[in-house]
């Protein structure tokens, strides 16, 4: 059962950047189809897409992240990563990541990025 490991969650300013990371428990990001990304879920909202970027290196990203966001992964160390700059308060919500191959679906267990105004 492959399992997702995030981190680098935390309090920062508006302005102020971070990195999260997503650490699989297994090797992942093979040569067969995927999609790996990041999701986030506010206080009282629906989970939305932040962030996903396909085995054939295809990103797509939330209008809201565009510009300020950058997703990548590291093969060798199977973690993907959700690079934020520029963040803004609307930005605070807990950072899901996701794996999915073959009609499968993995979460991870989420972490909380608070941007104080």
């Known amino acids: 059962q492959l399992q997702l490991v995030e981190s680098g969650g935390e309090l920062v300013q508006a302005g102020d950047s971070l990195r999260l990371s997503c650490a699989a428990s297994?090797?992942?990001?093979?040569?067969?189809?995927?999609?790996v990304g990041w999701y986030r879920q506010a206080p009282g909202k629906q989970r939305e897409l932040v962030a996903t970027?396909?085995?054939?290196?295809?990103?797509n990203y939330a209008d809201s992240g565009e510009g300020r966001f950058t997703i990548s992964r590291d093969n060798a160390k199977n973690t993907v990563y959700l690079q934020m700059n520029s963040l803004k308060p609307e930005d605070t919500a807990v950072y899901y990541c996701n794996f999915w191959s073959s009609g499968r679906d993995y979460w991870g267990q989420g972490t909380q990025v608070t941007v104080s105004s």
């Open positions: 970027v396909t085995s054939g290196g295809i990103t």
């Open positions: 297994q090797h992942t990001f093979g040569d067969y189809d995927y999609a």
